[in-house]
């Protein structure tokens, strides 16, 4: 049986829906599947999204920017936006049963120093990733109370 599939959706696709993918695919990978997209995909994944990733032993490297509509065929069981266009844009997706809005302030716009900057990346980082980390628990908890004879 396939896993259910949890998309997550920020207008460029280049950080904050990256950090949340990453982050989710890490903490509940073994009873979901997990992608990101974007309604204006930037095209790329913000190099200092993928840093502050690898400073707390999460991969990122293999991504890449994607268009929700790559998703419009795909059975979505959830749909999670992490900004407020993605969140305004968002279409119903084929077998979608849940939708949650989590906004995330965007560290791309940040302005400032290299330093600062790499800190702002690391606050949402970690906001994201108390916020991730926890649903992905209760995702667990179910997975492990279905598996159960």
Excluded at 13 to 39: D, M, P, Q, T, Y
């Amino acid at each position: 049986m396939a896993k259910p599939l949890v998309l997550i959706l920020c207008t460029g696709n280049s950080c904050r829906s990256h950090l949340a993918e990453a982050i989710l695919r890490k903490e509940a990978g073994e009873c979901i599947e997990v992608a990101s997209a974007g309604s204006k995909p930037a095209g790329f994944v913000h190099p200092m999204a993928i840093e502050v990733l690898k400073e707390i032993g999460i991969d990122a490297s293999g991504h890449h920017s994607k268009h929700l509509s790559e998703f419009l065929t795909k059975p979505v069981s959830t749909v999670i936006t992490v900004c407020g266009n993605a969140d305004q844009v968002c279409p119903v997706f084929p077998g979608q049963l849940n939708r949650y809005h989590w906004g995330f302030d965007d560290p791309a716009h940040f302005s400032g120093t290299p330093e600062e900057t790499r800190q702002e990346f690391r606050r949402v980082r970690d906001q994201i990733y108390r916020v991730f980390s926890a649903y992905a628990a209760g995702l667990r908890e179910g997975f492990a109370a279905n598996k159960k004879p």
